[in-house]
């Protein structure tokens, strides 16, 4: 299994501009995240999903969509590329996110995102 | 608001030597803790999670504690290699929802 990918790897993007980030996952799981890290700071979530055709925000979405149409592929979108979005974007997946699961999310190696 | 913090922000130790890292949170309320490790152009990797009717969790060479009525967990490394440097998080999940409330992290660097 290839786990949890991710493109680009890197990408610099001038202001206005819009992108799609990739995330793909092979391991069936029903739940989908993404995450933002800015330097020096925790992980904050963007949006999330909990199955195909479901998504919900989560702490920071503002200048971000997504859409979950089948279980592996969870794109990101930005519309209007704006210099507070540099950062590094991560995509993770878990099987479930019910409180009494044990189970841990899985990371992709991240998208670096600069927007001049 | 759940506040999760990890000091120190860096830390480098040499080889062999047993180390300690510290996360600690504002609210008890918390359902697990884990603990994750990050390495430069990669995703993060779960290393240990502590539920919160848990004290401690043990991965080889690796200790998690979690003492929820203080707000803190610690890491503890044994006999630390170079193959450990990387940046380890703490995250807590919160009893109402699926959140994850991130640390910024403790980067580690072991010196041969």
């Known amino acids: 299994n290839a786990g949890v990918t991710q493109t680009p790897k890197f990408r610099i993007l001038k202001i206005g501009q819009s992108m799609t980030l990739q995330c793909t996952q092979d391991?069936?799981?029903?739940?989908m995240y993404w995450y933002r890290q800015d330097p020096g700071m925790g992980l904050k979530l963007i949006y999330y999903s909990v199955g195909a055709g479901i998504t919900d925000k989560g702490e920071v979405p503002n200048g971000y969509n997504v859409s979950r149409s089948t279980t592996e592929d969870f794109p990101l979108r930005l519309e209007l590329a704006a210099p507070s979005q540099t950062s590094v974007y991560f995509c993770a997946s878990s099987y479930s996110i019910d409180l009494l699961s044990t189970d841990t999310q899985y990371f992709g190696p991240g998208t670096r995102l600069t927007v001049l | 608001k759940q506040e999760v913090t990890q000091i120190p922000a860096a830390l480098s130790v040499p080889e062999g030597e047993n180390l300690v890292l510290n996360c600690s949170f504002t609210?008890?309320?918390?359902?697990?803790l884990q603990w994750f490790r990050q390495d430069p152009g990669k995703g993060l990797t779960s290393l240990l999670l502590i539920q919160s009717s848990q004290r401690e969790q043990t991965s080889g060479r690796l200790n998690a504690s979690l003492d929820k009525s203080s707000g803190r967990s610690t890491l503890y490394i044994a006999a630390s290699q170079p193959g450990d440097s990387a940046t380890y998080l703490c995250a807590v999940k919160k009893n109402s929802n699926y959140q994850l409330i991130w640390g910024a992290g403790t980067k580690l660097i072991i010196k041969p």
């Open positions: 391991m069936n799981h029903n739940y």
């Open positions: 609210d008890s309320a918390i359902y697990n």
